[in-house]
T-cell receptor, first 117, second 113 residues
Framework: DTEVTQTPKHLVMGMTNKKSLKCEQH?????MYWYKQKAKKPPELMFV???????INESVPSRFSPECPNSSLLNLHLHALQPEDSALYLC????????????????FGQGTRLTVV | GQQLNQSPQSMFIQEGEDVSMNCTSS?????WLWYKQDPGEGPVLLIA?????ELTSNGRLTAQFGITRKDSFLNISASIPSDVGIYFC?????????????FGRGTQLTVWP
């Protein structure tokens, strides 16, 4: 199984809603990532978890709250989002990277297309 | 953050033609990656490069890690319609936190039959 599965594929939410994006992998990867991607732009890193602990937060607003309940799951909790937060949210996973070694690079999920109205 | 300059921004070519795109940075990178992204999908890794001068092929795709460590190129030979998509270069610098990838702005490839 070399898949990263994201649910839902599409989500429309109001600015007062609370919703969650889910990501699951069964490759034994202990690093998991959230990226945000706007149309025709490259992915932008949001968060990195390593061994279920948050290791990178790219100054993401607190209305985005990540959670890594176990080594296979990664959630992104959304609350009080703005229309400009509408984007494709990508999850990725990889083995924990080791400096100086030839690493196995990240596998990306298909993404959740989020629309905030 | 790091700026990766990827060019060209878009290409319109005929089926069967060869394609070349490149990425440059102002900093030294120790990893260069090339991804392809289809509409509505996540990026898929095409080629990974880890050593200066390294030349790696994956079918009709060939990529090289520049000797200066500040650039990389991707060539696609004999393009076919399913090559359509956005190609991103990405990389890691020697000193950056592991897990942080810097992406280029992408090359949109269109292939006419």
């Amino acid at each position: 199984d070399t898949e990263v599965t994201q649910t839902p594929k599409h989500l429309v939410m109001g600015m007062t809603n609370k919703k969650s994006l889910k990501c699951e992998q069964h490759m034994g990867h202990r690093a998991m990532y959230w990226y945000k991607q706007k149309a025709k732009k490259p992915p932008e890193l949001m968060f990195v978890y390593s061994y279920e602990k948050l290791s990178i937060n790219e100054s993401v607003p607190s209305r985005f709250s990540p959670e890594c309940p176990n080594s296979s799951l990664l959630n992104l909790h959304l609350h009080a989002l703005q229309p400009e937060d509408s984007a494709l949210y990508l999850c990725a996973s990889s083995p924990v990277l080791v400096r100086g070694e030839k690493n196995t690079e990240a596998f990306f999920g298909q993404g959740t297309r989020l629309t905030v109205v | 953050g790091q700026q990766l300059n990827q060019s060209p921004q878009s290409m319109f070519i005929q089926e069967g033609e060869d394609v070349s795109m490149n990425c440059t940075s102002s900093s030294i990178f120790n990893t260069w990656l090339w991804y392809k992204q289809d509409p509505g999908e996540g990026p898929v890794l095409l080629i990974a490069l880890y050593k200066a001068g390294e030349l790696t092929s994956n079918g009709r795709l060939t990529a090289q890690f520049g000797i200066t460590r500040k650039d990389s190129f991707l060539n696609i030979s004999a393009s076919i319609p399913s090559d359509v998509g956005i190609y991103f270069c990405a990389g890691r610098t020697r000193g950056s936190t592991l897990g942080r990838l810097y992406f280029g702005r992408g090359t949109q490839l269109t292939v006419w039959p």
